[in-house]
């Protein structure tokens, strides 16, 4: 789904501007939708595989190309004209339909899996929750994008669809599905890092407000990141998260008990 929609806007981008570095790499130049209607191969269902994997290269053309690196999008371009030519060559992959699947499932973010309305909080020998800022050694991206979000009281909230690093005023953000687990559409909440606690296996990441409070959280406001140049929206939105919390997250210490127990 993310990918179709990142296709769509590589495609109406391209249609839109002429800069040179569009021009270097020009997506629709491959003709691949013309060829898989035209082309009698691409409807074979032995060659299904194929079409699937086509599109896929034509999507991570888009995403080389959105990263400027206009070469490397051109040259898979010139790959994926060459299998659209010649689509025998999709005889020296694999139809392994079971092999397929695991490789597809190897580039998913490790916990695509969590998501439980009903959460694991309370369990034996769950261990308390650790601020992100407390973590040693640090995140990792992919430990991160794609995990599970869920409310000081363990209700399931949505996944983490982006990191934003490094804002002028160093506030960093978590941009977290606002509907559910891995469901359609665009709503998402932009939570302030240094609100979020993480468990020790670093598989699930925690808000410090309740299910009923998240309601009076805002949704981001644009899709296009506008909003992090509006201090405006950004200063009321970490606002409200700080008047939502009224005292430590779930399982943290509070300030007294860790006054103490370095003492």
């Known amino acids: 789904m993310m990918f179709m929609k990142s296709a769509a806007a590589g495609a109406l981008l391209l249609a839109l501007c002429g800069t040179p570095a569009i021009a270097a790499c020009n997506i629709s130049d491959a003709r691949l939708e013309e060829a898989i209607l035209e082309k009698p191969e691409f409807r074979d269902p032995q060659n299904r595989y194929l079409v699937h994997d086509l599109r896929k290269l034509r999507d991570a053309a888009f995403l080389l190309w959105n990263y400027g690196l206009e070469k490397d999008c051109e040259r898979l371009l010139g790959n994926i004209r060459e299998l659209i030519a010649s689509p025998f060559m999709a005889r020296l992959g694999t139809n392994d339909e079971d092999a397929t699947d695991q490789q597809l499932a190897a580039g998913e973010p490790q916990w695509h899996r969590l998501g439980q309305v009903k959460g694991s909080r309370g369990t034996a020998n769950e261990g308390a929750l650790i601020s992100i800022n407390d973590l040693d050694p640090g995140l990792l991206v992919n430990e991160i994008v794609g995990a599970e979000v869920r ?46 606690l993480v468990d020790r296996e670093r598989k699930s990441f925690f808000l410090r407000i309740s299910n009923a409070q ?11 990141y506008q909003w992090l140049t509006d201090e405006t929206w950004r200063k009321t939105n970490d606002a409200i998260f700080e008047s939502l919390i009224a005292g430590p997250g779930p399982d943290e210490p509070t300030k007294t008990s860790r006054d103490s127990a370095t003492k």
């Open 151 to 196: 409310t000081a009281d363990d209700k399931i909230v949505g996944e983490v669809r982006n990191v934003v690093i490094g804002t002028r005023d160093r506030q960093d953000y978590a941009i977290v599905a606002a509907g559910g687990f891995f469901v359609p559409g665009k709503d998402s909440l932009v939570v302030p890092l240094r609100y979020l």
């Open 214 to 224: 998240v309601k009076a959280v805002p949704l981001m406001p644009d899709q296009d």
